[in-house]
DNA sequence: TTGAATTTTCAATAGTTTTTGAAAATTTTA
DNA sequence: TAAAATTTTCAAAAACTATTGAAAATTCAA
């Protein structure tokens, strides 16, 4: 396969693959095109790349930069603005995990801890279930969220190493 | 609280929970409706309970027959079917984890082989730049996919108990 | 069998999200 | 400061996704 076939397969499967995330497809898009980028890019390389509009690009990358995925670069003597991803993967996934956390996971386990204290006799089948329910989701989700916070702040080689010993 | 108002709050914030990590809002309702509810259900109570067509309800409890989370299930003399879903959330996490391995992370690495292996010349900055980051994607994509599949065997018990030691 | 009850299908419609592109705002250079 | 270059905004349009509901298919009891 040619590089510029294998990059059109990278950027498009990744930009699927975003969609499965709740991440819009073009955003993904342009965040594979940027890792395999091995300098920043414009607004305009970017466009032209990916044959969208200029206010396309301009929200999508606004977007990366507050997920904290790609950064603004000023090259001297330039004037316009560039763009450049973090390349490490591992940050990455980590830079993902901590902001989906903040976004989804905390604000899903305050509303858990308010639903649990629901007004009722729990000797009610209704009432039961729905408490067994909640408080189990409610468990489950604290240990994931202590489980992410160590992984947010872990190295790569702490991952591969340790935890996949544990796991075999 | 009372359990209605709860319920009502658990159901939406599934429902909002879902749209975030690919799944349709209504799916995700459903679910938790079925999630919370003692005894199984039929298509007119969830029609009723989230004001929703018959064939939306259809199609999307097919849908959650398909990812294994509810269950047809034949009451003893009684005409209609009912559905009951899974009411232990670590069994639904597991369930969750294996589905999303087999449709979407097991697709891209067997796509990211392919592209690891692009022609051209290594020391051209491009392709140097391109075959990186896909190696280390694939590295860490099939270290992600053996760690779910020791998870998806696993109790949890095990998961709470020593997984949890060892991040402390 | 028959026909009533129930489930499934799917074309049409409604609703939502994404994209465009041109105008406004901002920044930079001279 | 003026004006050229660049970035940002956002209303309108396009594209996409979800939902309805009535007709078709299936199942079941008698």
Same mark, same amino acid.
């Given at each position: ?10 950027? $498009? ?5 975003? /969609? ?8 993904? &898009? =342009?965040?594979?095109? %940027?890792?395999? +980028?091995p300098d920043p890019l414009t607004q305009d390389?970017? %466009? ?11 929200m999508n990358t606004r977007e990366l930069i ?17 763009? +450049?991803?973090?390349?490490? =993967?591992? *940050? ?9 956390? @903040?976004?989804?996971?905390?604000? %899903?386990? *305050?509303?858990?801890? &308010? ?6 006799? *729990? ?5 039961? +279930?729905?408490?067994?329910?909640? $408080?189990?989701?409610? @468990? ?9 916070? /160590? ?13 996949? *010993?544990?796991?075999?």
């Amino acid at each position: 396969m040619k590089l510029a076939e294998a990059k059109q397969q990278f950027i $498009s499967s990744w930009g699927a693959f975003g /969609t499965h995330w709740g991440i819009n497809r073009t955003m993904a &898009q =342009i965040h594979a095109l %940027m890792l395999i +980028s091995p300098d920043p890019l414009t607004q305009d390389d970017i %466009m032209e790349e990916l044959n969208i509009s200029r206010g396309n690009v301009n929200m999508n990358t606004r977007e990366l930069i507050n997920w904290g995925l790609i950064e603004r670069v000023i090259l001297p003597g330039e004037r316009k603005e560039y763009f +450049s991803a973090e390349k490490d =993967i591992w *940050k990455v996934v980590k830079q993902i995990v901590k902001e989906r956390k @903040k976004r989804e996971l905390e604000p %899903m386990l *305050k509303l858990l801890d &308010q639903l649990e204290n629901v007004e009722g006799d *729990k000797k009610e089948k209704k009432v039961k +279930s729905f408490i067994e329910i909640v $408080s189990g989701i409610k @468990k489950l989700g604290h240990q994931a969220d202590k489980t992410l916070d /160590t992984m947010v702040k872990a190295e790569e080689n702490w991952f591969v190493g340790n935890l996949i *010993k544990l796991f075999k």
